[in-house]
């Protein structure tokens, strides 16, 4: 690791005196600005690409949802230290505010999510529809429900003693071959494992089910086993669009389970054999709120035991506003994995966002920021089927998260050109033709897309072949298990030319970048290691930084989880550079020369990590801030047609 600067690492199991977040509460979390913020899909704009690649790819953004996620992320605003004070999450403060002067029209409405001491019933629910509240969804798994609700009303909730926390209820949008083979995807074929009998929901636009892919292996019939709408929006279009009406979810089920037929197998997912639950929280333009996404997550665990649900595929994500312990979308993932089922994140497509100097770090979007899901970053394949060839994707976005400092992604997976099932009259196909891909039949039945939102679904497919080898892995035995096999080789760093932006961008291999690194089937199917089965045994750490000594110390549980819980450091078989590689040595990380943590007279340095002198333990990042407005030109037009 020559040529690189050096900051020590501790392993430190001790949280000491630090004023942490405690256990995931029934608190939330907010933004500015009064309209329900979207969930984001994780892809990137979509470019004329050239002819015959060959790949597939992994995103769904297109210049029109970045466009619409930079304004998102800029109406953005934090309260200190990610943490809430009263029952208002802090950005719906104002609104209260105004409530209680009198100063709010009658007709200012908002969009909230109202979460009680207890599951909340039709008594709750008749007081706050008293009150002009129309109520969009009832969110049992965080103990609330989703409002609509006059602005006038809001004095009202906070005087209820029933009541605990009020957030706004966030808008939220969605972020091979060549896949397959660089992450060893066929080891697993090759033991005879391809996903059968296992569910995987995905939470997404929806899935057309009439792709020929999607058949079982007698072509008797679709295997999507399930559909539920959660947009109250149409399902199907004078188009021919039919539960995707986007074109994002039918993607994502593809590089997940779809088998190649129209392709004679080139095209093919990570798990052909899957069962596929169609849970659509996002619309024809790929929107959605925090409430639809929670509804579905809520969905999935009570259709767990029907479906055999072990995996949701989350390729969506929106800005952080609070600390995961108090967001109510965190607190979903989490009542999914508690329920034992493998929850699967995209990273965030902001790794090229640079404020002031920081390089992308500290660019992680909810729920990926939360240490029990399986976040994932994208790396792009340079057309082979080489693990050594594999590089990261320069918008693939980076850790440590905003306000906790959560060690993310946990892994990458290939994400960029990837080829995965078109659905027809989707807004994507309609919008984008370019990148349609034909079959074998000679018509357009493949798409192609870039972004973690399709390196997330190439895990989730990796997650169901491991299931299928063995049925009694935890949540946390499958992230421990992915984590230690990952592949770890890589350079120190590597540049990427962007052409539609005529920019370089540097990319370095630390573990905020690629996590444990590169999705590795061939040695996780012949692994037999196994971290303990108690739920947050692969917490993710998180990283304290000590201003004193200059030590950036990883810091193992939480409020909820005990230090000794978790795995990683306990023994010689999960020691830290075990599983995260050479970039971990000993109780020394070698970071790159230009990264944040070097100077803490640095701006960049308070991006990350919050103070410029380090003292702060929760940063409040600038990152989903109005300074966000400085990148616009490179986030808006950040393109998947990097080389």
């Given amino acids: 690791m020559a040529g690189k600067t050096s900051v020590r690492l501790n392993i430190n199991n001790n949280l000491g005196e630090r004023n942490w977040p405690g256990p995931c509460s029934r608190q939330a979390e907010s933004k500015h600005n009064f309209v329900p913020q979207k969930v984001r899909l994780m892809s990137q704009e979509l470019k004329p690409k050239r002819r015959g690649r060959g790949q597939r790819h992994s995103a769904a953004w297109g210049k029109r949802l970045s466009m619409v996620l930079l304004l998102l992320v800029a109406e953005a605003a934090f309260a200190q230290g990610g943490r809430l004070v009263g029952k208002f999450a802090p950005d719906l403060e104002p609104v209260l505010e105004?409530?209680?002067?009198?100063?709010?029209?009658?007709?200012?409405?908002?969009?909230?999510?109202v979460q009680y001491k207890q599951i909340p019933h039709s008594e709750q629910e008749g007081r706050v529809q008293h009150l002009g509240a129309r109520l969009n969804h009832r969110l049992g798994v965080v103990n609330g429900i989703a409002l609509t609700i006059p602005a006038t009303a809001l004095p009202a909730l906070e005087s209820d003693p029933e009541i605990i926390s009020v957030s706004l209820d966030h808008p939220m949008q969605g972020l091979d071959d060549t896949t397959d083979v660089a992450t060893n995807v066929p080891a697993a074929w090759n033991s005879g494992y391809n996903g059968a009998g296992i569910g995987v929901a995905i939470i997404d636009s929806g899935i057309n089910d009439s792709h020929p892919d999607l058949w079982n292996s007698t072509e008797s019939h679709s295997r999507v086993v399930y559909h539920q709408d959660f947009t109250g929006t149409a399902t199907s279009s004078s188009s021919g669009a039919k539960y995707d009406l986007y074109g994002h979810?039918?993607?994502?089920?593809?590089?997940?389970g779809g088998n190649g037929y129209l392709s004679s197998g080139n095209y093919s997912g990570v798990a052909p054999g899957v069962n596929l639950v169609d849970l659509r929280a996002l619309d024809l333009n790929g929107s959605g709120s925090d409430s639809t996404v929670i509804a579905a997550i809520q969905q999935a665990i009570a259709l767990k035991s029907t479906y055999n649900i072990r995996v949701i595929n989350l390729s969506l994500g929106r800005g952080i506003f609070v600390s995961y312990t108090q967001d109510p979308l965190c607190q979903a993932v989490e009542s999914a994995w508690n329920a034992g089922i493998v929850v699967v994140v995209a990273a965030g497509n902001y790794g090229r966002v640079s404020i002031d100097g920081s390089n992308?770090?500290?660019?992680?979007?909810?729920?990926?920021?939360?240490?029990?899901?399986?976040?994932?970053?994208?790396?792009?394949?340079?057309?082979?089927t080489s693990q050594s060839a594999?590089?990261?994707?320069?918008?693939?976005?980076?850790g440590p998260t905003t306000y906790d400092h959560v060690v993310k992604p946990d892994i990458v997976a290939p994400g960029n050109d990837i080829v995965s099932m078109a659905a027809p009259g989707g807004t994507l196909e309609t919008e984008y033709p370019a990148e349609l891909v034909t079959g074998n039949d000679g018509n357009n039945d493949y798409f192609t897309l870039s972004g973690t939102?399709?390196?997330?679904?190439?895990?989730?497919?990796?997650?169901?072949?491991?299931?299928?080898q063995n049925g009694a892995l935890t949540p946390d035995q499958?992230?421990?298990?992915?984590?230690?096999?990952?592949?770890?080789?890589?350079?120190?760093?590597?540049?990427?030319?962007?052409?539609?932006?005529?920019?370089?961008?540097?990319?370095?291999?630390?573990?905020?970048?690629v996590g444990s690194g590169l999705l590795n089937m061939q040695t996780a199917v012949s692994n037999t290691d196994l971290a303990p089965a108690t739920v947050g045994a692969a917490l993710s750490p998180s990283a304290v930084y000590n201003p004193l000594t200059g030590v950036v110390s990883l810091v193992n549980g939480n409020g909820s989880v005990s230090v000794n819980s978790v795995v990683w450091g306990t023994s010689v078989?999960?020691?830290?550079?075990?599983?995260?590689?050479?970039?971990?040595?000993?109780?020394?990380?070698?970071?790159?020369?230009?990264?944040?943590?070097?100077?803490?007279?640095?701006?960049a340095f308070s991006v990350v990590w919050g103070s410029s002198l380090g003292t702060s333990t929760s940063a409040t990042s600038v990152v989903w801030g109005t300074a966000v407005q400085s990148t616009d030109g490179a986030f808006s037009d950040a393109g998947d047609d990097e080389q």
């Fill in 98 to 113: 105004r409530a209680h002067q009198g100063a709010v029209a009658p007709a200012e409405i908002v969009q909230v999510i």
């Fill in 573 to 603: 078989v999960w020691g830290t550079s075990v599983v995260w590689g050479t970039t971990v040595s000993g109780s020394s990380v070698v970071w790159g020369a230009s990264l944040p943590w070097n100077n803490n007279l640095l701006t």
């Fill in 360 to 384: 992308g770090f500290g660019t992680i979007t909810a729920p990926g920021n939360d240490p029990f899901v399986v976040t994932v970053g994208a790396m792009k394949s340079h057309g082979s």
């Fill in 390 to 398: 594999e590089t990261l994707a320069s918008y693939s976005s980076k």
């Fill in 453 to 468: 939102s399709m390196a997330t679904p190439v895990v989730s497919g990796a997650v169901a072949l491991l299931l299928q």
């Fill in 478 to 513: 499958v992230k421990a298990r992915l984590m230690k096999t990952a592949y770890k080789v890589f350079p120190n760093s590597t540049v990427a030319w962007v052409p539609h932006l005529s920019q370089n961008f540097t990319d370095t291999y630390d573990l905020f970048s």
């Fill in 249 to 256: 979810g039918t993607h994502v089920a593809g590089i997940v």
